[in-house]
């Protein structure tokens, strides 16, 4: 037997026996001084590859002193799922650490079913970013998030919030023309279709449901109607119940601004109403003037633009008199000046 066969032969029937048996193997070595280091796997759903939260944690492993660890055994899910692994850089700190900078990761996510192998080799600062998969989607996967990743640069390096909401649209519809040519694993698709805004799926979901239905049935078909299918119609159906919610919003307030439109219109006819009513009021009820047989000569003089000491002179009085007599005339009718005088007298029947 060859040397080379005698170095693969344990990778082989390692694989083979974990492919026969449905027997998983995590292994791999952290490259780091401290001893005893935690790692952690994750169960991710499809729109987590950025999310960090403690509950995500579903067994987790202590290196020895060589800084090897390892994950076996049956309990992961036969069908191809998304995981993390990853270890803290400073066991004293509470939570979940997550480090992805040029020159330091500390977690990597991967595809991976429970008849597969990964093995992680030592990487002094970007931990567990050597490795080698058994997992063919998981491959799949990193040249779809490779063109992912070239799209966005290309699309959402940008500030204008305007001109990102058409970048993110087009983004959508050139990645969706990759996946329809290409036809992935519905999970690789649902992967990357969870990467994107809310926002822009709900609006694409309305110009294109057909797309998200097939994935759906897509999901069924592989998962049972179970796991990524049921999380995926869970995401669906919170998109389709809030846009209906929007639009209730929408036509409640609309409800609301026509119904006071109509209070106003309403208002202003009533009040249009009752000024008419009084303004014809006003001019049909005739004014009692009782006025005395000289206080009529005066008013009728005024009304002929006669002055005061006209008025006098012609009625044979004094100007004081005259005076008195207009006073009453203003007082009787009601009016503050001898142009109002002149157009009520004139309007009304005298008493």
Not at 92 to 109: A, P
Not at 251 to 271: M, N, P, V
Request: net charge neutral; with cysteine; charged share 25%.
């Amino acid at each position: 037997m060859s040397i080379y066969l005698k170095r693969i032969l344990p990778f082989i029937i390692l694989i083979i026996g974990n492919y026969c048996y449905g027997q998983y193997s995590i292994s791999g070595y952290l490259d780091t001084s401290d001893k005893n280091k935690r790692v952690y796997l994750c169960l991710l759903q499809f729109n987590e590859v950025n999310a960090l939260d403690p509950d995500q944690i579903i067994t987790s492993t202590v290196t020895d002193s060589l800084g090897y660890f390892s994950f076996e055994g049956s309990l992961l899910s036969d069908k191809h799922s998304l995981y993390r692994i990853y270890a803290n850089l400073d066991e004293d700190v509470e939570g979940v650490q997550k480090y992805d900078i040029e020159d330091l990761k500390n977690f990597h996510n991967f595809i991976f079913s429970n008849r597969d192998t990964i093995v992680f080799k030592k990487n002094d600062k970007l931990w567990f970013s050597s490795y080698d998969n058994t997992n063919p989607i998981d491959k799949e996967w990193r040249t779809y998030d490779s063109y992912a990743q070239k799209l966005r640069a290309e699309f959402l390096d940008l500030n204008n919030e305007k001109i990102i909401k058409q970048t993110t649209e087009q983004f959508l519809r050139e990645l969706k023309s990759f996946v329809i040519e290409k036809e992935p694993h519905p999970l690789t698709t649902l992967i990357l279709i969870g990467g994107l805004p809310k926002s822009a799926i709900k609006r694409n979901l309305s110009d294109d449901p057909e797309f998200y239905v097939q994935l759906l049935g897509q999901l069924n078909d592989y998962y049972d109607s179970s796991s990524y299918a049921l999380h995926y119609k869970g995401f669906l159906d919170n998109l389709y119940r809030s846009e209906s919610k929007e639009e209730l919003t929408f036509y409640k307030k609309l409800s609301y601004a026509l119904f006071f439109l109509c209070i106003l219109f309403l208002g202003g006819l009533i009040f249009q109403g009752i000024s008419l009513k009084r303004a014809r009021t006003i001019q049909k009820t005739p004014v009692d003037f009782s006025l005395t047989s000289q206080e009529v000569k005066v008013a009728e003089l005024m009304i002929h633009k006669k002055t005061n000491k006209e008025i006098a002179s012609e009625l044979f009085i004094s100007l004081n008199t005259v005076k008195t007599h207009i006073r009453n005339l203003y007082a009787k009718l009601e009016v503050s000046n001898r142009s109002e005088f002149v157009e009520k007298f004139k309007n009304h029947p005298k008493g």
